[in-house]
């Protein structure tokens, strides 16, 4: 692959978790919506963007032929359910003062897709993973053992973010039509729930909004969309080995974020779990780097092998 094409990929990827990163100082702007109202319009919005989007880069075809293949409808499905609910947990964490347990939830991820591949992809861990993942498993025992709580935003933004990318990997099928087919899902429901609260004195009905307000709700489709494609971008140009080296961009954005625009509490109980679960992670990306450089040492020693082309 070109060097240009590689360093687009790296830009693409540091934009993406970036923007996912700093995409709290957004919803914060709307903490006086509820969460399901803010996760329907949401839904509305990024389905409306993506088709404009589709219209002029192209990729109804491949829409088109996923219309009919139910096996993957089905599958689609349940990645629709799984993302919005992620998206609904997300949106009340931020919006209630939660930012850090959110950050903690997308700092287990990885850790939890590991696990995840051993239990459904028949992957094998190392060594060093089965380290990683037993001392984020003690940092959560620690916090319920004697604090007497589990971090439940975390865990259930790691669990559902984490069920979605391992059904994600077996649809096998590119970010925006993705994304299309899953918001063209959760369409009939968005809608239905408009239609529910038309009367009603509340927010989703954009009628009874003021024109500020509903240009932010407008810009969910952007702040939803936008990072997906970028990251995209960057799957397709690098190796997903690097760009899993940018993952945590995101989260270290929300923790500084939590503790310092917006003052959320950094307790003993959260420094605990915090610090295992880092601990993890260093191990985790210890990991990945001996493996990169091993395999780079075997091309090495295969290139060496290949016989020379000679002369006559």
Known sequence: MPDTEYRKGIILAICAYCFWGVAPLYFKLLTHIPATDILVHRVIWSFLFMIILMKFVGGFGRFKQLLKQPKQLWVLLATSILIAVNWLIFIWSVNNDQMLDASLGYFINPLFN?????????????????????????????????????????????????????????????AKTGLLVETAILLPVALGYLAFTFDVNGTANMLNNSTNLNLLLLAAGIVTTIPLLCFSGA????????????????????????????????????????????????????????????KKRQNKKLQSKKPQATIS
């Not at 589990?150 to 669990?159: D, N, Q, V």
């Not at 559902?160 to 994600?168: A, E, V």
Request: with cysteine; proline share 2%; aromatic share 14%.
């Open 114 to 174: 590991v696990l995840l591949g051993m239990m459904f992809l028949s992957e094998k861990l190392r060594k060093l993973q089965w380290c990683a993942v037993g001392l984020a498993a003690i940092g959560v025992m620690v916090q319920l053992i004697s604090f007497g709580s589990l971090p439940i935003i975390s865990l259930s933004l790691a669990a559902t973010f984490g069920f979605y990318g391992l059904l994600r990997k077996k649809v096998n099928i590119d």
């Open 235 to 294: 799957a397709i140009r690098i190796p997903l080995s690097t760009l899993g080296f940018f993952q945590y961009i995101g989260p270290s954005i929300m923790f500084v974020l939590a503790i310092t625009l917006y003052d959320e509490a950094f307790d003993i109980e959260k420094g605990l779990t915090f610090g295992f679960i880092w601990c993890a992670l260093v191990i985790f990306v210890a990991d990945m780097l001996l493996q990169r450089q091993n």
